[in-house]
């Protein structure tokens, strides 16, 4: 199977998912290709470090045109992985890969979830509404942000005097232990 892994950022997640799959899948995965709206995002320098293709995607093309599912199609990507990606996902791309596209919401939706609700935000919400629990949310992504049906979720405690840099980092480590397990239960559950 052939995953792609979208995402906008510093790719921490995707790193671990690129190793997980190199170390302990025996091949059954791959991650074939990584995708980024950003040409600065840090996820494209680990990717070309593990030598695995890049595609950096143009706005215009991804939402107004194929939404590059003919690119997708010809790599035979079998499973796209949101990680950290900061675009919605076009009709176009839903609707080829309906069920093959998952997401990592870091907070236990669908509290703190929709739009504007990304990274520090998300963290910066929780501690402020003093919750004395965050997690993280895997989920299927269709049409609406963080709105897709719930695949796994995971709790950390958030404590009195967290700031929200503390508690992105207990976030973290959470989504780097579950992400890669949770991606190859679901692909070995795939047709
Ligand atoms: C993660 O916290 C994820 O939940 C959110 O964006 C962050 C990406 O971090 N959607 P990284 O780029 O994988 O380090």
Sequence with gaps: KKIAIFASGAGSNAQKIIEHFHHTNNGTAE???VVSNKPTAGVLWIAEK??????LIDKERF??????????????IDFIVLAGF??????????AYR????????????????????GSFVHE??????????GITIHYVD???????IIFQAQCPVHPFDTPEMLAERIHALEHKHYPVV???????LS
Aim: no cysteine; net charge negative; proline share 6%.
């Design 63 to 76: 939402f107004k045109e194929d939404g590059y599912v003919p690119v997708l199609l010809e790599k035979k």
């Design 86 to 95: 900061l675009w919605k996902i076009p009709q176009a791309l839903i609707d």
């Design 183 to 189: 991606i190859e239960e679901l692909l070995t559950n």
């Design 31 to 33: 991650v074939a290709l």
């Design 125 to 134: 919400a929780v501690v402020n509404a003093k919750e004395s629990e965050s």
């Design 99 to 118: 069920n093959r596209i998952i997401n990592i919401h870091p907070a236990l939706l669908p509290k703190y979830g929709g739009k504007g609700m990304y």
């Design 143 to 149: 049409e609406h942000y963080d709105n897709g049906d």
């Design 50 to 55: 593990e030598n695995i293709p890049t595609l």
